[in-house]
């Protein structure tokens, strides 16, 4: 059986794209190849990476990566996880793009200083993607 590609794709591929390919790997990853990238590459979320393992995923070994990065492999899917990534989608010829938006911990927490309340807001986000990707199968 082929497995089929998918891709979560976001601004920076700091984040929000990575914790739903943790997600997707954890859940999907039998059925699918999972990928996530940026239209820019801005590093690892240190804080996207200590959510995630409090919740029993492992990102820390995931690294920010541009969608130029990726194997040449043909995307069945295409998942955009914020508004930027979708607007500015380059053209995946072929690939059904799924738009599911979820708000950017970093810019919430920008103004923020005590690391519990910005890590409330990230745990948020978190468990936001965790939901969506259980019902990914519903979404594609």
Not at 50 to 63: C, L, P, T, W
Request: neutral net charge; contains cysteine.
């Amino acid at each position: 059986m082929n497995k089929k590609n998918i891709m979560f794709l976001c601004t920076g591929n700091s984040c929000r794209s990575q914790m739903a390919e943790g997600w997707a790997r954890k859940y999907w990853g039998e059925e699918f190849n999972v990928y996530s990238a940026g239209t820019k590459k801005h590093g690892m979320n240190d804080r996207a990476v200590k959510v995630m393992k409090e919740a029993g995923v492992d990102i820390s070994a995931h690294y920010s990566k541009t969608v130029d990065e990726l194997p040449n492999v043909i995307f069945d899917y295409v998942i955009t996880v914020c508004d930027h990534a979708h607007e500015n989608c380059p053209y995946y010829p072929g690939s059904k793009i799924v738009h599911m938006g979820f708000e950017d911990p970093p810019a919430i927490t920008k103004m923020m200083n005590q690391e519990e309340e910005i890590l409330t807001v990230y745990r948020r986000v978190r468990d936001e993607i965790h939901e969506s990707i259980k019902k990914l199968k519903d979404l594609i």
